[in-house]
């Protein structure tokens, strides 16, 4: 029986396309964590593949691309190389607001193979990215922003950036075309993702102009980066279980001769981490069903998705770290990297403990 969250036929040509993709970009993981260099190969060939104009509306040049098969591309892109999944997302994300909400030339600018970034979190502002505290003043082509935006994954290799501020005291989204007033400071030295190096941006009485105002109707619809994060956080879970599985197969304990798979306990846990594994992708296969239907309750399913997945993909990450041993710890294994990558899905908004509070208000009415 097929299942009501399969990828539909007409569309797995595209999820064919990032798995074809998949191998080349696991290749380079390591090495971009290690040295902390952004994927640029790994963005180009996706865009080459098509893949970011398949994930804009039709009635703006793109294929419409379901949620449903979107959340499978970022489930095969993360689990290969989760700093290109995270700096695609936010692009992709950026970009869907532009080119649906703003004027016709960033469809164009998507379709040249352009780069979109979200310049939209705080440095005081926590979880409340879509909720801007700085406010921009008018000025004669529009309003001028004199404040900064943190963790802006890919930015530097923008082209443009969706920027928020209050305009009348009310949030505003613009497009903002990189010039000499956008200044990046080097602050990215992190645990985890380290390829995506989202670095500070410090906005010197930078021009939001009119013309590129998003008339975004409802801020907190469900949209490509909420709905996608939780398959960043299930690609990390399952890159986890397939390294730990195959370390424990392979590693033997020397006081027995026999595999670390045969240990009762590595035996339990994998069963347990299958199983959560299993229930963290249903979660997000239903809020990507919802979402394709337009269902209000896209948003809180996508909370739901992002909570639970965010914490399975730690706890199979510090199994794997269990199964490794020390040796987990050396450079040259991958349950180290698997481990730091796992910790960022749960510290992004809205992080695990922002998605609690909603959930526990929503569930105690």
């Not at 290109?84 to 692009?91: D, L, R």
């Not at 033997?252 to 846990?269: E, I, K, L, N």
Request: with cysteine; glycine share 8%; aromatic share 8%.
């Amino acid at each position: 029986m097929t299942s009501p969250f399969a990828v539909r036929r007409d569309e797995e040509h595209f999820v064919d396309a990032a798995q074809d993709l998949a191998p080349q970009f696991a290749a380079k993981a390591d090495e971009h964590d290690h040295e902390a260099t952004l994927p640029v190969a790994n963005l180009q060939a996706l865009h080459a593949a098509g893949l970011d104009m398949a994930a804009m509306p039709r009635d703006k040049g793109g294929s419409g691309l379901s949620y449903q098969a979107l959340g499978e591309i970022f489930r095969i892109v993360g689990k290969a190389c989760p700093a290109t999944a995270c700096v695609w997302m936010m692009h992709l994300g950026a970009a869907q607001a532009l080119v649906s909400y703003g004027p016709s030339f960033y469809a164009d600018e998507l379709q040249a193979g352009k780069r979109f970034a979200n310049a939209l979190s705080e440095p005081t502002g926590g979880n409340l990215f879509l909720m801007p505290l700085q406010r921009a003043e008018p000025v004669a082509d529009g309003y001028e922003l004199d404040g900064a935006k943190r963790f802006v994954s890919g930015c530097e290799i923008a082209d443009h950036y969706l920027v928020n501020a209050l305009v009348d005291d009310i949030p505003a989204f613009f497009g903002v075309r990189r010039d000499d007033s956008v200044e990046m400071v080097p602050i990215w030295d992190s645990m985890g993702l380290r390829g995506t190096r989202s670095q500070l941006l410090n906005f010197r009485k930078t021009v939001l102009r009119s013309e590129n105002r998003c008339l975004i109707t409802d801020p907190l619809a469900p949209n490509i980066i909420a709905l996608g994060l939780p398959w960043l956080s299930i690609g990390i879970a399952e890159a986890a279980l397939d390294a730990l599985t195959d370390h424990a197969r392979k590693r033997v304990v020397p006081t027995t001769g026999a595999p670390v798979s045969d240990m009762q306990w590595v035996q339990f846990d994998a069963a347990d981490a299958h199983v959560k594994l299993l229930a963290a992708r249903t979660l997000a296969e239903r809020a990507m069903w919802l979402a394709d239907r337009a269902e209000p309750s896209a948003l809180t399913a996508a909370v739901e998705a992002k909570l639970y997945a965010n914490q399975v993909a730690k706890e199979i990450a510090e199994f794997g770290v269990r199964v490794g041993g020390g040796s987990g710890y050396l450079r040259s294994s991958p349950i180290q990297r698997h481990f730091r990558d796992a910790q960022a899905g749960a510290l992004m908004a809205f992080s695990v403990e922002v998605c609690r509070d909603m959930l526990g208000k929503h569930v105690l009415g």
